[in-house]
């Protein structure tokens, strides 16, 4: 059986963002991506999100505060989904909403190090960087995983090594992440919207042929 509704919740900015998700609207039409994008949640009313909802008629949601799990549930009532994407969505999604429905997120670091409360865009090329300089690291990542009642410590489905240049600066190595995530978040996604990714009784079920998790 395969899922065939998503949800997506990107924050985006006041000025720009989403591309991530525009990105997975894109190959949703092309076909590659086997799940109908039914709508896009963002706490930003006129931003980035909101101009790409608009530009291939999604269907947009505003998030106001205070973020409630009653806030996420009316908007999972009303679009009814069958797995949902955090995709530089900045809140904690409430356990209260977690269970019946699938929820993956994508995270543009190495986790569990450079994860949590506050770890986002900048701030993990920074943290990332910090490490690389002293000899801790060699490298960043793109990582997906599944939502759990904890910033940032789900089960991983996906980790993709991304390559550190010794001049990077954070503005460098974050473009250079986000040109992985373009190219793989809609393709780990549809291994999850197919089922062939899937957690079962608290256990990751992957194909036999996976290789994108990440190193014992």
Not at 38 to 54: L, T
């Amino acid at each position: 059986m395969f899922l065939s509704k998503l949800l997506f919740f990107a924050s985006g900015s006041r000025e720009g963002g989403g591309s991530g998700f525009e990105v997975l609207v894109i190959q949703s039409c092309l076909g590659n991506l086997q799940a109908e994008i039914v709508g896009v949640v963002s706490n930003h009313a006129n931003g980035g999100v909101f101009r790409r909802a608009q530009k291939h008629g999604i269907p947009f949601r505003l998030m106001n505060k205070p973020y409630g799990p009653a806030d996420y549930q009316r908007l999972i009532d009303e679009f009814q989904p069958d797995l949902i994407c955090l995709s530089g969505w900045l809140r904690l999604f409430p356990a209260e909403c977690l269970g019946k429905i699938a929820v993956i997120n994508i995270h543009p670091g190495p986790l569990p190090r450079f994860g949590g409360s506050g770890m986002h865009g900048h701030h993990v090329h920074e943290e990332v960087l910090r490490a690389f300089k002293q000899g801790e690291i060699d490298q960043s990542c793109v990582t997906m995983h599944f939502v759990n009642s904890e910033y940032d410590q789900g089960q991983i489905f996906f980790e993709l090594p991304v390559y550190i240049d010794s001049d990077d600066t954070p503005e460098t190595l974050g473009a250079r992440v986000n040109e992985f995530e373009h190219g793989w978040q809609w393709w780990a996604t549809n291994l999850v919207a197919t089922e062939q990714i899937r957690m079962e009784n608290g256990r990751l079920i992957v194909p036999d042929w996976y290789t994108f998790l990440p190193k014992e």
